[in-house]
């Protein structure tokens, strides 16, 4: 079994900047499809980027392309996703989530094994 931690989450003003973090245990993040979504109120859960480790392809929603970064670091078994000039509208629940299968449907939450409880980003507007 997967444990997904996330961490890293706040309250920044908009053009600011937030990395937030993945942290598994359970199983080496070197050998999982691992994404990030976010949850606004009222609102489905929606995909933000996406990671493979057989290939390193590196996945982005269209309206994060440019602003967010995701990476990972296989010492620390973790999976960061940086964020910059952060705006209102991306203010969510994060949720970091990972798959055992490479590739595939990275935006579909369907596709997913694993899922961490979220942590909060707020961007004031």
């Known amino acids: 079994q997967v444990q997904l931690v996330e961490s890293g989450g706040g309250l920044v003003q908009a053009g600011g900047s937030l990395r937030l973090s993945c942290a598994a245990s359970g199983r080496t993040l070197s050998t999982l499809f691992v994404g990030w979504f976010r949850q606004a109120p009222g609102q489905g859960r929606a995909s933000v980027a996406a990671?493979?480790?057989?290939?390193?392809?590196?996945y982005y929603a269209e309206s994060v392309q440019g602003r967010f970064t995701i990476s990972r670091d296989n010492a620390k078994n973790t999976v960061y996703l940086q964020m910059n000039n952060l705006k209102p509208e991306d203010t969510a629940v994060y949720y970091c989530a990972a798959r055992r299968r490479d590739g595939g449907r990275w935006w579909s939450v369907y596709e997913y094994d694993y899922w961490g409880q979220g942590t909060q980003v707020t961007v004031p507007s």
């Open positions: 990671t493979a480790w057989s290939t390193g392809y590196t």
